[in-house]
């Protein structure tokens, strides 16, 4: 009996030591790239952040590059422009950019050679007509508010989902790349939280796949929104007439502003941002089976994106 006994604990010390056992990548490694990522909005300054790209099983902290020396070709001139760089590979300038600016980078790194990349900042997208329909609103004050005895400000708060509709005015002979997002920016704070959105369109979303619904943070905001990506493919040079739902929960109207935001993107940055999505969710649903996704960069000599977008945003005055 006591032979018998000690042959299940053998046994399962051998299994456990098998499942801890390292295995050796046994593959060709990848060069370290320079990375240049840079995202920049018309009527903002330029800045970029350059950074060392990694092997995929490194977990290490990335590299910034530091001593980089940039130069700036805009709208085919060359003005001087003073970078300052940070610790963390920031790279700000004192240049702003307009719609219409033809914009190239070309970046010096010590011991790494010259990359390069360039971008057209879009026209802002023209909209019209932006509605909404009656929401459900209290309001009350807090005259017996132990934290602020002499607030008397009368609170509004908003429950449920706020449908609207505006008409986009699509620009013809040219291919046209959108985003349409929802937030609220703190009065107080300026903190900026986005919102569920849904857009209710059978014209430009029929389920070909050519358009697309994204959970995608592009300003890395940790509240995380819907940004909703369409090209103007089905609807080019037409004025379209958008619909959709901001998902409420609970909104203080006293203290946030809503505002829907619709941004034009250059065809660079359109792909960088969904690949870059594509990306994220084949690798938090099937991690390390599955299908592997280039995200599309437009940097030469390096990886990575010098993107283009303006914007237009509309607040949206739910108390009339």
Excluded at 30 to 59: A, E, G, H, K
Excluded at 95 to 121: Q, W, Y
Excluded at 153 to 174: I, R
Excluded at 250 to 255: F, G, H, I, T, W
Aim: net charge negative.
């Amino acid at each position: 009996m006591k032979h018998s006994a000690i042959i299940p604990v053998l046994a399962a010390l051998l299994f456990a030591t098998a499942c801890t056992k390292t295995i050796e990548f046994d593959g060709q490694q990848t060069q370290s790239l320079p990375v240049l990522i840079s995202l920049p909005n018309s009527d903002s300054t330029l800045s970029l952040r350059l950074t060392y790209s990694r092997f995929f099983l490194d977990n290490s902290p990335v590299t910034p590059i530091k001593n980089a020396s940039i130069r700036v070709e805009l709208n085919g001139s060359n003005p001087s422009v003073s970078f300052s760089p940070k610790d963390n590979g920031v790279y700000l300038s004192n240049l702003v950019l307009h719609d219409n600016d033809t914009l190239t980078l070309f970046v010096s790194i010590p011991n790494k050679g010259e990359i390069s990349a360039g971008c057209r900042m879009p026209f802002r997208p023209h909209i019209s007509d932006l509605a909404t329909d009656s929401i459900h609103i209290d309001s009350y004050s807090y005259p017996n508010d132990p934290y602020n005895p002499n607030d008397s400000t009368l609170h509004y708060w908003a429950e449920g989902n706020l449908h609207f509709h505006f008409t986009l005015h699509d620009a013809a002979d040219q291919d046209n790349y959108y985003m349409i997002c929802a937030y609220t920016i703190n009065n107080n704070t300026q903190y900026k939280s986005y919102y569920e959105l849904d857009i209710e369109d059978n014209i430009l979303f029929d389920n070909t796949g050519s358009n697309e619904h994204i959970n995608l943070d592009i300003e890395d905001d940790p509240s995380m929104g819907s940004q909703i990506f369409f090209t103007d493919e089905r609807i080019n040079g037409h004025n379209h007439t958008i619909k959709g739902q901001i998902c409420y929960h609970y909104a203080d109207l006293s203290q946030e502003t809503p505002y829907i935001e619709v941004r034009a993107l250059s065809r660079d940055t359109y792909l960088h941002l969904i690949t870059k999505n594509k990306q994220s969710q084949s690798n938090d649903i099937l991690g390390f089976i599955s299908e592997p996704v280039q995200i599309h960069s437009n940097v030469h000599g390096g990886i990575g994106i010098l993107g283009a977008q303006s914007a237009v945003v509309q607040p949206i005055n739910l108390i009339k």
